[in-house]
């Protein structure tokens, strides 16, 4: 069935995942009995969505009960934005992971037990579906995030063997205790890793100079990319800076146009944004800016003119 | 044309194409000085996670 909801499912965000009740891994099992509870007998197969949020257990209608679940969900507005990306390293997956808190509450592990995940899987069928979990790494967020702040992190695999690298993929994700210490598990928002890149936003610039803001400003330039990275940006010409000339991944660089060397008519320049960070991580992108400037000369020609006196 | 009709007709052509793209219009934000940026102030969707606990067989 699980199977067969991932293909139904498949153009929708929902992410089926199989785990080893034997073996657990990471903290993943553990969302489970929170979200149970206690009392009662269990019977396999376990799921839960949302680290726990909803739960079930043994035989039941297991079409409607798990598309319910999932539905439900999918209903559900984040309370997070999450970045991550993932690189082979050696024989471990490296996970970066950055979460923007847009709960209200404030996260930590000593007050509503605060945890980042990265789960890695392989599309391969080990037990019944199609997508087995490999690993599914961990670390508590100690010092507390609150609402609106960051919190980062790098989050190693094991070494792993015996899999297909080329089937790996890995997701990752935060979750907590809304109760406080006790209680089911939530999970605020999850992301697909995706391979380490410096993004550019956006990639080209192109003003008037009757658009020119007084200071100059033609743009921001947002750049994006696992958190590991810093930047720096050069410009291939005298009237083209970027501010600050760099900083930390994620980040903004204002645009300007240094107007008393920018050359009348069409001025096209170039700004290159190159980072570098841990593991050999090194990238570069280039935005482009056109501004058509007012022809300064020959309005001033024409102003000449007109205060020359007549004959 | 002054600038606040050239912004004003901006927003609408720029409304009218993201209708036609299927585009979320919160997700646009139309700046001064002439200048249209996509905004991604509004999250992205949850991505929902469901994780089975089986035994092998």
Same mark, same amino acid.
């Given at each position: 069935?699980v199977?067969?909801?991932?293909?139904?499912?498949? %153009?929708?965000?929902? #992410?089926?995942?199989?785990?080893?009740?034997?073996?657990?891994?990471?903290?993943?099992?553990?969302?489970?009995?929170?979200?149970?509870?206690s009392?009662?007998?269990?019977? #396999?197969? !376990?799921?839960?969505?949302?680290?726990?949020?909803?739960?079930?257990?043994?035989?039941?209608?297991?079409?409607?009960?798990?598309?319910?679940?999932?539905?439900?969900? !999918?209903?559900?507005?984040?309370?997070? &934005?999450?970045? *991550?990306?993932?690189a082979?390293?050696?024989?471990?997956?490296?996970?970066?992971?950055?979460?923007?808190?847009? /709960?209200? *509450?404030?996260? /930590?592990?000593?007050?509503?037990?605060?945890?980042?995940?990265?789960?890695?899987? &392989?599309?391969r069928?080990?037990?019944?579906?199609?997508?087995?979990?490999?690993?599914?790494?961990?670390?508590?967020?100690?010092?507390?995030? *609150?609402?609106?702040?960051?919190?980062?992190?790098?989050?190693?695999?094991?070494?792993?063997?015996?899999?297909?690298?080329?089937?790996?993929?890995?997701?990752?994700f935060?979750?907590?205790?809304?109760?406080?210490?006790?209680?089911?598990?939530?999970?605020?928002?999850?992301? +697909?890793?995706?391979?380490?890149?410096?993004?550019?936003?956006?990639?080209?610039?192109?003003?008037?100079?009757?658009?020119?803001?007084? %200071?100059?400003?033609?743009?921001?330039? *947002?750049?994006?990319?696992?958190?590991?990275?810093?930047?720096?940006?050069?410009?291939?010409?005298?009237?083209?800076?970027?501010?600050?000339?760099?900083?930390?991944?994620?980040?903004?660089?204002?645009?300007?146009?240094?107007?008393?060397?920018?050359?009348?008519?069409?001025?096209?320049?170039? +700004?290159?944004?190159?980072?570098?960070?841990?593991?050999?991580?090194?990238f570069?992108? &280039?935005?482009?800016?056109?501004?058509?400037?007012?022809?300064?000369?020959?309005?001033?020609?024409?102003?000449? +003119?007109?205060?020359?006196?007549?004959? | 044309?002054?600038?606040?009709?050239?912004?004003?007709?901006?927003?609408?052509?720029?409304?009218?194409?993201?209708?036609? =793209? @299927?585009? $979320? =219009?919160? $997700? =646009?934000?139309?700046?001064s000085? @002439?200048?249209?940026?996509?905004?991604?102030?509004v999250?992205?969707?949850?991505?929902v996670?469901?994780?089975?606990?089986s035994?092998?067989?």
């Amino acid at each position: 069935v699980v199977d067969q909801l991932a293909v139904e499912y498949a %153009d929708r965000l929902v #992410l089926f995942l199989e785990d080893n009740v034997d073996t657990p891994l990471g903290r993943r099992r553990d969302r489970w009995w929170a979200g149970y509870g206690s009392g009662g007998s269990v019977y #396999l197969p !376990l799921v839960m969505a949302s680290s726990g949020r909803r739960v079930s257990s043994g035989s039941v209608d297991f079409r409607t009960v798990y598309a319910g679940i999932v539905d439900g969900e !999918l209903l559900r507005p984040p309370q997070a &934005e999450v970045e *991550a990306f993932s690189a082979r390293i050696g024989n471990v997956m490296r996970v970066y992971l950055r979460v923007v808190n847009l /709960s209200p *509450a404030t996260l /930590s592990a000593a007050a509503n037990a605060a945890t980042a995940h990265a789960v890695v899987w &392989e599309d391969r069928k080990v037990h019944v579906t199609s997508r087995t979990v490999r690993a599914a790494p961990f670390c508590e967020i100690s010092a507390p995030v *609150a609402p609106g702040e960051a919190f980062a992190a790098v989050l190693d695999t094991p070494a792993l063997s015996g899999v297909d690298w080329g089937r790996l993929h890995a997701a990752a994700f935060v979750d907590y205790r809304p109760a406080g210490a006790t209680g089911a598990f939530d999970m605020l928002q999850a992301a +697909l890793a995706v391979p380490p890149a410096l993004s550019v936003s956006p990639e080209s610039i192109s003003v008037t100079g009757a658009e020119l803001a007084a %200071d100059g400003a033609v743009g921001a330039v *947002a750049l994006g990319g696992p958190h590991v990275l810093t930047w720096s940006a050069a410009s291939d010409a005298l009237w083209l800076t970027a501010s600050p000339g760099g900083g930390a991944v994620p980040g903004t660089a204002t645009v300007r146009v240094v107007r008393e060397a920018l050359p009348s008519g069409v001025s096209e320049g170039r +700004l290159t944004f190159s980072a570098s960070g841990q593991d050999g991580l090194a990238f570069t992108r &280039e935005v482009s800016v056109k501004v058509d400037a007012p022809d300064t000369g020959s309005r001033v020609r024409r102003r000449l +003119l007109r205060r020359a006196p007549g004959p | 044309v002054t600038r606040t009709s050239l912004t004003l007709w901006l927003i609408v052509t720029a409304a009218v194409a993201s209708l036609a =793209l @299927g585009e $979320d =219009l919160r $997700d =646009l934000a139309v700046a001064s000085e @002439g200048r249209t940026v996509w905004k991604s102030s509004v999250p992205p969707p949850r991505l929902v996670v469901f994780e089975e606990f089986s035994r092998p067989t």
